[in-house]
């Protein structure tokens, strides 16, 4: 079941998603070439904590930590620890916060030092990816436009976008319906109605869209061991258009 949100609901998540912005600033202006994922895990807890916010992935179905750190073609859940960044790499940082009972869930792709300019046009057309499927966040859309745009942005430069792993609503769980897949037909699936919240977030890999899970039983990573790139942003569709709830 799809659940509306209130004006407070939405507020709260606000606040939660507020809380995610500036920590997820505050590790991309960290990340550099010898700092561990470990690090940037601690940093974005005593950041979180700071503000008012609970960290939403630490223990969430026993995940181990504040933030998903995921290097290279690792494309999501990747475990900080004592690994640390080297100059080249991409990082991607997942996180979410809690607020009065209310999340907010975002991510971003990070280049440690010089990328390549192969990573850096992947980081750039993920993040369009992102902005061209909020663009169809609207009432009366449906959700397959959404999905669409996301799907038709990535592939026409080129690249995937993985099956396997999708956005999801949001509001007081972490993950409610409905999915938000990032592919898809235009004008199919659920109509899009004011107070949907959803977290709309493409995982776009340089070669081909398959992934697996490592032995570790959470990082997720290429199946040819290429690129991968993420971006993701909490969306409210409100009247007046799509609004971002994860911006500081």
């Not at 026993?62 to 900080?80: D, L, Q, T």
């Not at 991510?107 to 046009?121: F, K, L, Q, R």
Request: aromatic share 6%; with cysteine.
């Amino acid at each position: 079941m799809i659940l509306l949100k209130t004006e407070r609901e939405l507020a709260l998540m606000r606040r939660a998603g507020r809380a995610v912005a500036i920590t997820l600033e505050e590790i991309r202006m960290s990340v550099k070439p010898g700092i561990t994922t470990g690090y940037l895990d601690g940093l974005a807890e005593k950041t979180l904590r700071k503000l008012g916010a609970t960290p939403a992935f630490k223990g969430y179905q026993g995940f181990p930590a504040v933030i998903c750190a995921s290097i290279n073609e690792e494309v999501v859940h990747g475990i900080p620890g004592p690994r640390k960044l080297k100059n080249g790499d991409i990082i991607k940082i997942d996180m979410g916060a809690v607020v009065e009972g209310y999340f907010g869930d975002a991510a971003i792709t990070v280049p440690v030092g010089e990328a390549s300019p192969e990573a850096a046009e992947l980081i750039r057309v993920t993040e369009e990816c992102l902005y061209k499927g909020i663009e169809q966040a609207r009432v009366g859309k449906r959700l397959g436009d959404i999905s669409h745009a996301v799907q038709r942005t990535a592939e026409s430069h080129g690249y995937s976008v993985v099956r396997d792993y999708v956005g999801h609503g949001i509001g007081s769980r972490m993950h409610e319906d409905p999915p938000v897949p990032n592919y898809g037909r235009p004008s199919r699936g659920p109509l899009l109605r004011a107070g949907m919240t959803l977290a709309i977030e493409p995982m776009v890999n340089l070669g081909t869209y398959e992934v697996y899970v490592k032995e570790d039983q959470w990082t997720v990573v290429t199946r040819d061991g290429k690129l991968s790139a993420h971006f993701e942003h909490t969306v409210a569709i409100t009247p007046e258009g799509p609004l971002i709830l994860t911006v500081g």
